[in-house]
């Protein structure tokens, strides 16, 4: 046996004695001796860590009525009375395998023609054959339930019932081991991922759609237009927790993977889609622009929409639109609303602001993102305009909070204390907005070189800085490269005093 055989077999012998050690809370060494036929001497030295034989285990199945796939493997519950007859069998049939495989890994190579050996052969042969023919037919048993259950969740996430979906999603996690079918299990892993997007689990999320693209990936053949769709899930991922470094590097590899054939899959136009979004959150706006255009025409539904929505925010920031115009153009949602808010904040624009709200405010809006922290960010701002209040300035933080909006990361963080921080500064209390604008650069320093902070959370920070001290170099050259590159909205900024 090799060293990594063996520190496999160490591993698997631990997490045994762990389970039988377990048994010793309800059952003392000499019942467990007892019901095994073992003598109290033996069991307390498997307990203490002498090897456990396959023998022994067999016993306290037998014994105990224990699960055996809960100890051999961990799975399902500790006591067969717990445990659906096809599935206690199945572990039965495991322990048979376990216990023949035992058996042929006593055997001295070389001499496997005797007939004793033969003979465990043939067990062996037989034990796996019978777990085999178990597998097919729980298999068989378990998809329908495993499809129909999958949907239930599904249909829990999409009304964003999360107690129900946690209670689904478990269910449908034990179902899972019984089920082999590959699409099913894609589906699952898709259906857990929006569950963690859901709970703002943010690495979960991402670590589960990472796992859903590398299974999206076939072997041995061309890429296809499933695993192109994949990828721009694990793309939205990324984007959504401000990776933008990375997403980016998986869109050009997928455009080079997909080749000219691929160019014609709507996969690949939501792909090009998300990829000209990243372009203009990075500093490449007039490219952005030109990428999504291209691609919106052959996008339809919830895609086509949230695509519209990005389209306005970055021809607002062209300057090529202005609010109340974007206010009248398109479907009313309120991924739109929350860009035109964004906006108007920025400009400081009484008038902006006001039509951005009714926007928002209106009954008619579409949910899409749920979103409402700038429709407070809004609020706040054309309250301090109109009466120049200092509770308005102070509330916000707390009325973002209260209402469900709680920052979850770094960059959630540095973009309320910078929204603060504006606040602060226009109600004329430079202390508590310095105290703001500090926390924003803690946080934003916090971050890891995969994140880049979004562009208007940097500006908003960055007029904070100019006004109220601090890296002022720094900050003109934020505006001035953006400047320089099609965002009209930073134009002289760097020259402007403060207000």
Known sequence: M?????????????LIRERLNSLLAEHSQSEIARKTGSLVA????????????????????????VNPSWLLVGEGAPSLADVPAETAKLGENLLALVEAMSAVARMRLGSLTGKHHLKVLRELNDAL?????????????????????LKDLQSALDKRDLARAGELRKAVEQLSRLCDDESLARDFYRAQAYHEFQLKNSQKFLQLQRKLFLHSLPDGSLFDERACDEARRLVVALVQMNHMKEAARICRAVRDLAGAKGRNWDAYARLENTYGVIMAE???????????????????????????????????????????????LGEHTDAKAEHMLQLACWLEDVEALRCALKYADAPDVEPIWRNTFYSHYGHALLRQFEKSALCAAKEFRSEVERK??????????ARLSSASAHLLRHCGDEDGAREETARAQRELASVGPEVTPDPMTLATHYRNVLALGGDKKRARRFFREYAHHGYACFANMELKPAR
């Open 282 to 328: 990075t500093g490449r706006l007039r490219l952005g622009i030109e990428l999504i255009q291209k691609s919106l025409p052959r996008l339809s539904g919830l895609y086509r929409k949230v695509s519209e929505a990005a389209l306005m925010k970055f021809l607002l920031w062209a300057g090529l639109l202005t609010i109340q115009d974007a206010a009248r």
């Open 129 to 149: 054959a019978a777990h085999e023919r178990l597998r097919e037919k729980l298999n068989e048993q378990s998809r329908p339930l495993f499809a129909q259950m």
């Open 42 to 65: 033996s069991v307390n030295r498997y307990v203490h860590g002498a090897r456990i034989p396959a023998a022994f285990c067999a016993s306290l199945v037998r014994g105990l009525n």
């Open 404 to 413: 469900g909006s709680t920052p979850e990361d770094a960059m959630d963080r």
């Open 2 to 14: 090799s060293d990594s055989e063996q520190e496999e077999s160490h591993s698997d012998d631990a």
